[in-house]
């Protein structure tokens, strides 16, 4: 059997060579993850930048997808489905690396915020949070916010969490409510037609007008023309039409990152051994155990020179938005 893979996955290269002789296996980029390359492939391991449909797998003799990511926006469910081919992605596998990094991102703003004397608010008991999105990310962003006492409410209308129930209507679409009265607001839904733009203009026109908007879901989840126009403060981690990000919204952003939120080696290393699962599970393979193999790390929240973490990842993609993608690829996973 041969396995196609994302080659900037990690643990995937080393553990399978090591492990399962037998298999053959083809590292690729994303951008040489074709229909060419993967005519002949039985299993697919991708990360977000591949687009998993038709126009990919059509004539392949492909049996399983998986997606080394929580969410699976790129990945044509219904084609595969009615195709016979499985998929999987990794839901909760890199939740603690966002929880982790939005902790960080408001931390750095309001000192940042300090700093530049826009406010005199710190990250405290006196302020509000509000989580829309309540499930393996959301739930730890909640738990962390707990636990620096500050007001935490939830938004979740899949859940009917934060929303009015209707006997005759069900659940009452997302409106924002009580969460447009909170000082920051952060999203962690996935990306769907039920989602798309779900931070929007009506709900930023509800908001106060100093709330901090966070995004570190997916692009799309936030309009981000409408959080221009709003005025609001943001940090983003996600940007609709990924790599190639707005550079004025780039501009405005208070703090900026290039789609690393869950960039963890834990992270990482989780949906690198749930792909591995699903791969021993479908082809009858042993099993391998991922925590036998090590990854070069950097210390988690690196200081560069005395200046913040995210601080200098912002100021290195502003420097060069075009650079989105490079310096993605080029991010050294975090660790403790």
Not at 182 to 188: L, S
Not at 273 to 301: H, K, N
């Amino acid at each position: 059997m041969t396995i196609i893979f994302d080659k900037h996955i990690p643990f995937l290269l080393e553990a399978i060579q090591n492990e399962w002789p037998q298999v053959e296996i083809c590292p690729l980029t994303p951008e040489e993850i074709d229909a060419d390359a993967v005519r002949n492939a039985d299993v697919l391991v991708v990360r977000t930048r591949t687009k998993v449909n038709e126009t990919l797998l059509a004539g392949s003799r492909v049996q399983l997808v998986c997606t080394a990511t929580i969410g699976f926006d790129h990945i044509d469910t219904a084609y595969c489905d009615s195709h016979g081919i499985r998929w999987m992605s990794c839901p909760g596998c890199n939740a603690q690396a966002v929880c982790d990094y939005i902790e960080e991102a408001i931390e750095e703003y309001f000192q940042l915020s300090i700093r530049r004397q826009q406010i005199g608010r710190t990250f405290n008991f006196q302020l509000s949070i509000g989580v829309v999105g309540v499930g393996h990310v959301g739930s730890l962003v909640a738990q962390m916010a707990e636990r620096r006492g500050l007001k935490v409410l939830l938004n979740d209308p899949p859940k009917g969490i934060g929303v009015s129930l209707d006997a005759s209507e069900g659940i009452e679409p997302f409106s924002g409510g009580e969460i447009a009265d909170c000082d920051i607001i952060t999203f962690h839904v996935p990306l769907d037609k039920s989602t798309h733009h779900l931070c929007n203009e009506a709900f930023l026109n509800k908001c106060k007008p100093d709330a901090l908007i966070i995004n570190a879901a997916r692009g799309g989840v936030v309009d981000e023309q409408a959080l221009l126009r709003s005025g609001h403060p943001f940090i983003l981690d996600t940007w609709e039409n990924e790599p190639n990000i707005n550079p004025e919204v780039l501009s405005k952003a208070q703090l900026a990152s290039m789609h690393i939120a869950g960039y963890s080696v834990e992270g990482k290393r989780n949906a690198s051994q749930m792909c591995l699962d699903a791969i021993a599970e479908q082809f009858g393979l042993p099993p391998i155990d991922i925590s036998l193999y090590r990854y070069t790390v950097i210390p988690l929240y690196r200081k560069n020179n005395s200046e913040p973490w995210l601080a200098a990842i912002t100021k290195q993609l502003k420097a060069d938005p075009t650079a989105f993608e490079a310096l993605r690829k080029a991010y050294p996973l975090r660790g403790v």
